[in-house]
T-cell receptor, first 113, second 118 residues
Framework: AQTVTQSQPEMSVQEAETVTLSCTYD???????LFWYKQPPSRQMILVIR??????QNATENRFSVNFQKAAKSFSLKISDSQLGDAAMYFC??????????FGTGTSLTVIP | DTEVTQTPKHLVMGMTNKKSLKCEQH?????MYWYKQKAKKPPELMFV???????INESVPSRFSPECPNSSLLNLHLHALQPEDSALYLC?????????????????FGPGTRLTVL
């Protein structure tokens, strides 16, 4: 089974600064998808960004970007110009070819005004 | 319509009650999921339905009984629950992996049902 590891249980960032959340995964598949989900205190899971494994170009969504290193099985999330609304739990997720999703343990991000 | 709805938002039940959670989506997704989530923990997969058939059951106790009446609806029937079953129950849906490359293959999550078992 695939495993997803988030080694940073908690992170903090100053407002307007940049922060990087790390994620590594283990798989024997060649075709898969990776995601970052955000879960604010409301507990609604919100998709932040996605990356297809067959694409070499790193995905970008406004202030959010990823550093996808397929050989290293690493998928980090960079948040630029951090805002107070970015404070949330962030989960890295892996989707297998069989539609199973595997989540990391999460990183709790605090944004300091 | 790009959302997953769940009802009820909150549910309090006794250990002898029978209740049901409901999930609905109209995005044409043919994979639907039930997750259980405790506070500050990742979602734990319970069940996966693929084309209205149960494809994955992650060794969930029989007091949880899923049902997929049609491609848009997913129910979770609850009976004789324990206090430790209190959690947020999340429903999600996604496209099937056979979808062509470039299509969205992530999961859309509903807002969840906060369940408290007394």
């Amino acid at each position: 089974a695939q495993t997803v590891t988030q080694s940073q249980p908690e992170m903090s960032v100053q407002e307007a600064e940049t922060v990087t959340l790390s994620c590594t995964y283990d798989t024997s598949e060649s075709d898969y998808y990776l995601f970052w989900y955000k879960q604010p205190p409301s507990r609604q899971m919100i998709l932040v960004i996605r990356q297809e494994a067959y694409k070499q170009q790193n995905a970008t969504e406004n202030r959010f970007s990823v550093n996808f290193q397929k050989a290293a099985k690493s998928f980090s999330l960079k948040i630029s110009d951090s805002q107070l609304g970015d404070a949330a739990m962030y989960f890295c997720a892996y989707r297998s070819a069989l539609s199973q999703f595997y989540f990391g343990t999460g990183t709790s991000l605090t944004v300091i005004p | 319509d790009t959302e997953v709805t769940q009802t009820p938002k909150h549910l309090v039940m006794g250990m002898t009650n029978k209740k049901s959670l409901k999930c609905e989506q109209h995005m044409g997704h043919r994979a639907m999921y039930w997750y259980k989530q405790k506070a500050k923990k990742p979602p734990e997969l319970m069940f996966v339905y693929s084309y209205e058939k149960l494809s994955i059951n992650e060794s969930v106790p029989s007091r949880f009984s899923p049902e997929c009446p049609n491609s848009s609806l997913l129910n979770l029937h609850l009976h004789a629950l324990q206090p430790e079953d209190s959690a947020l129950y999340l429903c999600a849906s996604s496209l099937k992996p056979q979808s062509k490359r470039g299509g969205f293959v992530g999961q859309f999550f509903g807002p969840g049902t906060r369940l408290t078992v007394l």
